[in-house]
């Protein structure tokens, strides 16, 4: 009895977020079937000129934007950013850097201080160090 191997598959928005990209902005060919690990791997390593052109200009999914803007994704919603945005929106926000944006920034500065802190005393703690 010979096995035959199955080909994984994932929905479109699966692979989207895997590629980085905005589902809705994508041609209706890719959001119209499941997608193959095969055909994800191929996008990865040559990417087509529509996915090129959406990595770099958008419009880019939230956590895409989030990381652009030095925010959390939570922040994003904070300041009223609900919607993909695209990378001259994002650079437009930058420019104009409003209060919230400051605000979300100084925030997420924070909580990466303090994952920080506390991946050094967890490794402390591991090395048998008393803090």
Not at 52 to 61: D, I, N, S, T
Request: proline share 7%; hydrophobic share 35%.
């Amino acid at each position: 009895m010979t096995s035959q191997k199955n080909t994984q598959t994932m929905k479109p928005a699966t692979a989207a977020k895997k590629l980085g990209v905005y589902l809705e902005a994508t041609p209706a060919e890719f959001r119209e079937g499941p997608v193959s690990r095969g055909e994800l791997n191929a996008l990865q390593a040559d990417p087509p000129e529509w996915l090129r052109e959406l990595r770099a200009k958008g419009p880019h999914p939230r956590p895409v934007v989030a990381a652009k803007l030095g925010v959390s994704i939570s922040g994003l919603a904070r300041g009223g950013v609900t919607e993909a945005l695209t990378t001259e929106q994002i650079d437009a926000l930058r420019a104009e850097n409003p209060e919230w944006l400051q605000t979300e920034r100084a925030t997420q500065a924070e909580v990466r201080k303090e994952n920080t802190r506390l991946k050094e005393k967890r490794r402390a703690e591991a090395r048998g160090d008393a803090a």
